[in-house]
Antibody, heavy 123, light 107 residues
Framework: EVQLVESGGGLVQPGGSLRLSCEAS????????MDWVRQAPGKGLEWAGR??????????EYAASVKGRFTISREDSENSLYLQMNNLKIEDTAVYYC??????????????WGQGTLVTVSS | DIQLTQSPSFLSASVGDRVTITCRAS??????LAWYQQKPGKAPDLLIY???TLQSGVPSRFSGSGSGTEFTLTISSLQPEDFATYYC?????????FGGGTTVEIK
């Protein structure tokens, strides 16, 4: 059974840092691109970024709203995905989901999501 | 960036109704579009990918169609467990973007 479990959320002051983790199980983690998607309280979904697999040199993509402040990394030997968030802003307050992608022959879609971890940025 | 506009943003329907949700893209997205269902406090679930392919395990009352800039999600006969918020997502280009969501509530 595919499982994704996020952790590391909490309350942080504006300008602070936080590192989220996503532990994967039930599949070959290293074979998949992985994404972070966030959702502000009562709002819609916002894609934050992607990390490709080793065969694609672990390259990354980011939304403009987080680029330069957030860094996505992974440790395939530990089946883990990370999101390092620096210089946090109040508008970064959200539930953060990690999501597995699958390739349908053309493009990568999200098929499994974790339960999310809440990040609150407030003074 | 490709903007996705969903309509309606809210709809009230009864069990057994046929429901259609539209997603319009600001630029052509080919068929690189997905639909998700999200219930309160839960993560989204993938319903449809590649605009019209039903994800494994999703009931056949859900269907998707469209290409380019206009897409639809149809629920042929609304069931009690279908009351939720639905999102479209384009995956043609970065940044990946979602529609604003359509909340389906019980009439």
């Amino acid at each position: 059974e595919v499982q994704l479990v996020e952790s590391g959320g909490g309350l942080v002051q504006p300008g602070g840092s936080l590192r989220l983790s996503c532990e994967a199980s039930g599949f070959t983690f290293g074979d998949h691109y992985m994404d972070w998607v966030r959702q502000a309280p009562g709002k819609g979904l916002e894609w934050a970024g992607r990390i490709r697999r080793k065969g694609n040199d672990y390259t990354t993509e980011y939304a403009a709203s987080v680029k330069g402040r957030f860094t996505i990394s992974r440790e395939d030997s530990e089946n883990s995905l990370y999101l390092q968030m620096n210089n946090l802003k109040i508008e970064d307050t959200a539930v953060y989901y990690c999501a597995r992608t699958f390739y349908d022959g053309s493009i990568y879609y999200h098929d499994y999501w974790g339960q999310g971890t809440l990040v609150t940025v407030s003074s | 960036d490709i903007q996705l506009t969903q309509s309606p943003s809210f709809l009230s329907a009864s069990v057994g109704d046929r429901v259609t949700i539209t997603c319009r893209a600001s630029q052509g997205s080919s068929t690189y579009l997905a639909w998700y269902q999200q219930k309160p406090g839960k993560a989204p679930d993938l319903l449809i990918y590649a605009a019209s392919t039903l994800q494994s395990g999703v009931p056949s009352r859900f269907s998707g169609s469209g290409s380019g800039t206009e897409f639809t999600l149809t629920i042929s006969s609304l069931q009690p467990e279908d009351f939720a918020t639905y999102y479209c997502q384009q995956l043609k280009s970065y940044p990946l973007t979602f529609g604003g969501g359509t909340t389906v509530e019980i009439k």
